[in-house]
């Protein structure tokens, strides 16, 4: 099996480097399972194949001994799916066998604890008054202004600043697209001052990268998160998913102060309304007033 033609193809519509690549990692891992059992055509694969490679996801243990998790496993199913729907579309195979594949069922999880607006005010005043501290600020207050995901203020470039419009153009999202998001007062005040005082003696002549680290370089998703999980622990917060800690903290309190759900999907760049709306489970403020004022004990 030749998967390079899909993923030309899967480049070739515009979806992103990283998708690309998450597909053909998927892809490679397949053909190679395929492989050891003597299975080397697309011909040869049924949906009982399939339904084995899927079982032998869900025992498979990774080097810790726990089992894949369900997102990671629907993350490598989902590229043959698309893989198997190209090669029957361009004639390759006469049927499709991942046509009625059942997928895992991903449960929604609740964000966990939100920190409070007291609490990411205190968060986003730690780092120091220094060059990398001013950075530190910019990039705090940028997370929670905006809901920007890590990889996206990453690849931000200084052109992609309007601070006189207090806005931010984040380019290729996900699924490749671009938004324009505000920034507000105190997000472009911070800017401000680390491109003034900050960047100026950190950046290499010629780079238009917004966030560079103390060696002048762009942040990886790795120093990024690093980065901001330093902050958070040092406040008392968990740092799993540090940096997404900051999206949820925008949607959520944008919601509890009264905010239309549609425009945080907008903000936050996702395709799907319903995944927004996560956060209406989330905010409780609204219901807190409302028990308070109408339930007996509450009152009581």
Known sequence: MDC??????????????QTVAIRRFALRQFILWCWIRGLSRADQISREVLEEYQAHLAFRK???????ALNTQVTRLNPLKAFFKWLARSGRIATNPASDLCMP??????????????????????????????RDRAILEMFYATGIRRMELA???????NLGENAVVIR?????RDRVVP???????????YLAESRPLMARPGDNTLFITDRGEPFIKNRLGDLV???????GFSAKGACHLFRHCCATHMLENG???????????????????????????????????????ARE
């Open 105 to 134: 069922r991903v449960p929604r999880r609740l964000p966990g604890r939100i920190p409070t607006l007291v609490e990411i005010w205190r968060i986003v005043a730690l780092p120091s008054s220094t060059t990398s501290g001013l």
């Open 172 to 176: 290729h999202g996900k699924a490749n």
């Open 155 to 161: 690849r931000l470039c200084v052109h992609d600043l």
């Open 259 to 297: 905010a239309d759900i549609r425009y945080i999907q907008e903000l936050l760049g996702h395709a799907d309304l319903t995944t927004t709306q996560i956060y209406t489970r989330v905010s409780i403020g609204k219901l807190k007033e409302v028990h308070s004022r109408t339930h007996p004990s």
């Open 4 to 17: 390079s033609g899909r993923l030309t193809w899967t480049q070739s519509i515009g979806l992103a480097e």
């Open 183 to 193: 920034l507000g007062a105190r997000a472009t005040k911070w800017l401000l001052r």
């Open 229 to 235: 999980k330093r902050y958070l622990l040092k406040a």
């Open 62 to 68: 990774k080097r810790n001994g726990r089992p894949l």
